[in-house]
């Protein structure tokens, strides 16, 4: 845990080694200028938590294991530059400054939660499935899910552009909660059997997409239109 603020101008590594030991440095004036490695260690589970906030300070995560949930907090950005491996969830947040979150090398277990500042724009991979928990995206929402499905668990609302991809061929993409799209949608599988399902709780514009499969979309209270070509080679719905 921290009690005061860290100010590290070099790369920091955090490491608890005891099962399910938690890591917990959330005092909102951390600043960490360098690359920040995370270590904690859960034997039988996921309830070795880490939990970080480096305030305004851009957040760079370079290879960790988190083996419980992660949570990371900046005012500034937060990005990857090395494999961050969580057991647990991810929950992403930029609080200040339109703040950007870029985490491309992402091995995540279970769900990813996204919320940025202002226009702040948000892009994920991950190396397998990608399950979106509840996320606000204030700018351009671009996600990839590099050997398995894609779902959503709770309600995406995104005010810029989304970019929604899976990889793999024949992995599906399910986006069926109430979500909020106020920018155009774009959905990419591959293979006969890579189904694409997307509802927005109000309309629905469709960019450029190619579906391997079926497509099923739904506007729940306005209009349907498309800004780009939509090329679907199963049915359409």
């Known amino acids: 845990t921290d009690s005061g603020a860290l100010t590290i101008s070099g790369t920091s590594s955090f490491t608890t080694s005891a099962n399910n030991a938690t890591i917990a440095l959330d005092t909102t004036t ?9 270590t904690t260690n859960d034997n039988s589970g996921t309830d070795a938590d880490v939990t970080i906030d480096g305030r305004t300070t851009a957040l760079i995560l370079a290879a960790s294991t ?10 500034n950005s937060i990005t990857d530059n090395g ?13 200040d400054n339109n703040g950007v979150i870029n985490l491309g090398t992402l091995a995540v277990d279970g769900t990813v939660a996204l919320t940025t500042n202002g226009s702040g724009n948000a892009t994920v991979v991950n190396d397998a499935g990608l399950n979106f928990a509840a996320s606000t995206v204030g700018g351009a929402l671009n996600a990839t899910a590099t050997t398995g499905n894609m779902t959503d668990s709770g309600a995406l609302a995104v005010t810029g552009t989304s970019s929604f991809t899976t990889s793999a061929n ?23 059997s890579g189904h694409a399902t997307v509802v927005d709780a109000s309309g629905l514009n469709l960019g450029s997409s190619t579906v391997g499969g079926n497509l099923i979309a739904t506007a729940t209270t306005g209009n349907m239109t498309d800004s780009g070509a939509l090329a679907i080679s199963g049915t359409s719905s």
């Open 66 to 75: 988190i083996d419980g949930d992660l949570t990371v907090r900046n005012g």
């Open 170 to 192: 024949n992995a599906d993409i399910t986006l069926n909660n109430t979500n909020a799209f106020t920018g155009a949608v774009a959905l990419n599988t591959t293979g006969s």
């Open 83 to 95: 494999t961050v491996t969580v057991g647990g969830n991810l929950a992403a947040t930029t609080d």
């Open 30 to 38: 951390n600043a960490f200028t360098g690359a920040v490695t995370i």
